[in-house]
């Protein structure tokens, strides 16, 4: 089908009011309009939605949509209803009377986009297949297509039937949908569904509004407490394994004063949904939940997800942490991490029967385990998990808003080697770090204890060793077999630091009595103002029974706080305000905006919103820097120096220097502009000699004293550049 851009941009503004495509939503509707078939991997929150609800606008017929739960079908079903798009959904809620309806209007043509359950189009010997042949079905949509591989952390076999849905349908495209699936597991997409020559995108698994943290798990009860005074307004996930974990928490908290529910597989359906709709209406702020919780829920407006337990592998978690956020503001994943945890769970990680799937399922729990403990920026480990290239700093996790410093630990780093390698090569690392401790335990074998370096370590704690050991393993001057049971071997490298030729230099935190605060950076906008559009917003959710989101979401609502919006066109200005919601609900809104402008002595500013411009993302792009980072970004264009900037934000000049080398690494500053020329060819000179930029102090080492650990960031940061 043949469609100019400004036609298909028309569609976008007149029924979805916003004013561009984002990522490659553009380019997959053309593909799907053109009747190709398509694989789209895009982020939670990152528009998957309009590839296909704005073609089955366009086209003539029925697009159906496949969609794993319930709850998600009339999430959807009733969004597009408040758009004026003419959808509905068939499923278990429907009495027969209601589903016949349906299946009345669809004859008729009346309905745009249907919602099914896979298991809906195969059930009964194939009658509602049969049905469907009857109707001009135009293209098929199947959301959640992960769950169509056993590679994938949410394996369903319902999804397996889907694989026949080609030979019923050669003809008609199909568009399979995701937002978290390695390249094994995109791989089984595409041979399970049976796609014909499919065009393939795959957007940037960056999720810039989420700040990642990982806090060792010791009292976490008390941990998510202090983090819930913090936040009182906020609504959020806690996300554990078990059910029972999930009531116990949800107890716990309603005794401390917090309205909190529990959530789990094994509750009745009319229970489970009761707090479903609760928390979507804002009623209970708190969910603690296992991961039967979330995939149905398209609530825009959660600020923080927690995970008690530890995921079995970065897919769920990236997927869980995703369900923050969607709406674009800044919001907090917070796991709370034991490495007790990973222990417990490489017993649910084996399948029976088939050892293949047992390997790679224990692999995945690995690679969560080096997440959870890797020294260095959450953000890029798990963007290059998905295979996407990173900085080595984003300004938004626990790791790149620490206070760090640089260590010498040669000396350590040289017994906790000797100590592998006295042992034979055939232990982990807890069992090395308490040879090294000295400990009396009878798990250490006897012949170890007459070994000279056993108990050389005493004099550090546990944390500490499980600090060097870990840095270690990230140089390269360890390895680890993955497995049950990781045994740690010595490295080629690892002989050059035993024999006295290379030096380690480690990071860690600098002892502090104040945490570091999460981001709270949001848009400037009218806080009282904001209180009473939201006011305005329950009012029309409660009458026509709906969640408050489905009205409009909280960016629309800070957009109009920030703006000001006083007449309908300026309403049209407004992102999330197509015109179908501008007739509906404008005039609502505009009555408390104009009585609030007039009160207060306000003018419109919407002259002074330009459109969003969204960044056309790839697997190579590299994530944009933090909010903080970009502020930093600002005031150096505006002329002030590291130091000035400094003392303007009351953050340290490493802080500093660390936010303008991540704009070295996506090109937006030149090195030269922060080390002066002569200066940085110099670093570079070293760098290139020494072969390496993970460890400064070499390089430090071969430089006069005038040169700084800040100079050599940038330069490293100039090199690793130019040699990408």
């Known amino acids: 089908m ?19 495509f984002r990522l490659h939503q553009e ?38 949509v496949i969609s794993p739960l319930i709850a998600l079908m009339k999430d959807q079903v009733d969004a597009l209803l408040s758009n004026g798009i003419a959808a509905a959904y068939i499923n278990s809620t429907l009495s027969m009377e209601e589903q016949q309806d349906v299946r009345e209007r669809l004859r008729k043509g009346a309905i745009r986009l249907l919602y099914l359950a896979p298991e809906r189009l195969f059930a009964n010997e194939s009658s509602f297949m049969t049905f469907l042949k009857a109707l001009p079905c135009c293209l098929f949509a199947i959301d959640e297509a992960h769950c169509i ?14 694989a026949a849905l080609k030979q019923h349908f050669p003809e008609i495209p199909v568009v399979a949908l995701t937002a978290s699936a390695d390249r094994i597991t995109q791989q089984d997409i595409l041979e399970k569904l049976s796609l014909n020559r499919p065009s393939i995108y795959i957007a940037s698994f960056n999720r810039p509004n989420i700040s990642y943290y990982i806090e060792p798990k010791k009292q976490a009860l ?10 009182p307004d906020d609504s959020g996930i806690i996300y554990a394994l078990s059910r029972s974990s999930t009531e116990t928490i949800a107890s716990r908290l309603r005794e401390m004063g917090y309205i909190a529910a529990h959530y789990h597989a094994g509750m009745p359906n009319a229970e489970r949904q009761k707090v479903q709709e ?53 919001s907090n994943a917070i796991l709370y991490y034991s490495a007790g945890d990973i222990m417990k769970l490489q017993q649910f990680v084996s399948v029976e029967g088939n050892a293949e799937q047992s390997a790679v399922l224990s692999r995945k729990l690995y690679q969560m385990k080096e997440f959870a403990e890797h020294q260095g920026c959450r953000r890029q480990y798990m963007l290059k998990y998905f295979g996407e290239d990173a900085p080595a700093y984003c300004g938004a996790c626990d790791y790149c808003l620490s206070n760090l410093e640089e260590r010498e630990a040669t000396v350590e780093a040289q017994k906790m080697l000797s100590a592998v390698y006295r042992t034979g090569e055939r232990f982990g690392m807890d069992y090395i770090i308490d040879f090294l401790r000295g400990s009396v335990s009878s798990r250490i074998h006897a012949p170890h204890k007459l070994i000279k370096t056993y108990g050389i370590g005493r004099d550090l704690s546990k944390e500490s060793w499980q600090t060097i050991g870990r ?15 990781p045994v740690l071997k010595l ?29 709270t950076e949001q848009p400037e906008h009218d806080q009282e103002l904001l209180q009473l559009l939201k006011a305005v917003r329950r009012e029309l959710a409660e009458a026509e029974h709906v969640p408050a989101y ?39 809104f505009l009555e408390e905006l104009r009585s609030y402008a007039q009160r207060h002595g306000l003018k419109t500013r919407t002259h002074l919103r330009m459109p969003k411009k969204e960044k056309t993302a790839t697997r190579l792009d590299r994530p944009a820097a933090g909010n903080s980072a970009r502020l930093t970004l600002e005031l150096f264009r505006e002329g002030l120096s590291i130091a000035e900037i400094s003392g303007r934000r009351a953050l340290s000049v490493a802080t500093i220097e660390s936010h303008l080398t991540a704009f070295i690494a996506n090109g937006e500053i030149r090195a030269e502009e922060l080390v002066p020329a002569p200066r940085l060819e110099r670093i570079v000179e070293v760098i290139r000699m020494i072969g390496d930029t993970r460890a400064l102090k070499p390089i430090k080492d071969l430089l006069d004293e005038s040169f700084t650990y800040g100079e050599i960031r940038i330069a490293a940061a100039y090199f690793e550049a130019q040699r990408q």
């Not at 929150?45 to 086209?59: D, E, F, N, R, T």
């Not at 591989?149 to 889907?162: A, I, N, P, T, V």
């Not at 002989?495 to 935190?509: C, F, K, Q």
């Open 491 to 519: 490295s080629h490298q690892s002989w050059e630091v035993l024999r006295g030729g290379r030096s380690v230099t480690i990071a860690v935190r600098k002892a502090s009595g104040q945490k570091t605060e999460t981001r």
């Open 550 to 588: 489905i009205i409009i979401g909280d960016n629309t609502l800070q957009e109009m706080a920030t703006y000001i919006p006083l007449s309908f066109e300026d309403l049209r200005r407004i992102s999330g305000f197509g015109d179908y919601k501008v007739g509906k609900y404008g005039a609502a």
């Open 278 to 330: 609760a928390f979507k209406k804002d009623e209970i702020k708190i969910i603690t939940a296992t991961i039967a919780f979330g995939m149905g829920i398209d609530k825009p407006n959660v600020r923080f997800v927690m995970h008690y337990d530890v995921p079995k592998n970065m897919e769920g978690y990236y997927q869980e942490t995703g369900r923050a956020g969607r709406d674009g503001l800044n």
């Open 27 to 64: 380019a997959i509707i053309r593909d799907v309009l053109s009747g190709r078939d398509v694989m789209a991997i895009m982020p939670t929150g990152g528009g998957k939605s309009i590839c296909y609800q704005l073609p089955a606008l366009v086209l003539d017929g029925i697009t159906v």
């Open 471 to 485: 840095q270690l393993l990230q140089l390269g001057l360890l390895q680890q077999e993955p497995g049950k049971f």
């Open 222 to 231: 008390l941990q998510i407490a202090a983090y819930l005074d913090q936040h």
């Open 2 to 20: 043949e469609i100019t851009s400004e036609q298909l941009r028309n569609v976008l503004r007149h029924r979805f009011g916003y004013d561009r």
């Open 149 to 162: 591989s056993q590679w994938g952390h949410d394996f369903r076999k319902e999804y397996l039937q889907l």
